[in-house]
């Protein structure tokens, strides 16, 4: 281990490494970029436009972030470690791996169902009434009550009574589940406009919003009240 001659002086160090491949292995060498790391971690293959478009990477360095967040923990982790045993450790963390982990979703469907995850926009997008695109993700990271707030949304349009069985909502039937709930929600956006869904969606806590165009920020209000555009003199526009 790297950390070895310098933990003889100080036993209770804590060395954190993050690298493209990791200290070992036949790729330990080879350099890479977010988003080589992106494509060979598997998650690009199912992000997209469609099945017939090439794949896309997320902004936002997301590989390299989801590395620093391992590390992060594995450091943590060590100390806490270290309060109770006196030893440090080696944390070693590969991006490479990181960026598989992007794929918890796509590999179990693979290996239960046999099912390969389509290429497709990240998030769930519907049609509103308006012919606006509407990202309405199913957030239950945010908490259980999530579901539950959603077929309420749901019923008061008369939607969602395939969803009433609770034996859906349990673990081994998600792969029923999901499919009559992604149903019901392209039901519901097609009946309101873009802003009510936007509006209904923050009311009840759930991350929704319309697909903006870019040219459609400008007459933001919350981006004017904060000042966010800044006029400026060009000398030839």
Known sequence: PRAAAPRRENPGLVVCTITPFGLDGPWRDRPATDLTLMALGGSMAVCGYGPDDPPLTCAGWQAYQSACVYAAHGVLAAILARDLHGVGQDVEVSVHEAASSFTEWHVPQYLFTGLVSPRAVLGIQFPSRDGIQVSTIVAEFLGGEVI???????AADGLGAALADPALREPGNR???????????RAYC?????????RA?????????PCRTPDENLDDPHLADRGFWIPVHHPEL
């Open 175 to 185: 792969s029923w589940f999901y499919p009559l709930l992604l149903e019901a929600l």
């Open 190 to 198: 097609a009946l309101h406009t873009a802003d009510a869904i936007y």
């Open 201 to 209: 969606g923050q009311a009840a806590g759930f991350p929704w919003a």
């Open 148 to 154: 539950e707030k959603l077929l309420a949304l749901l």
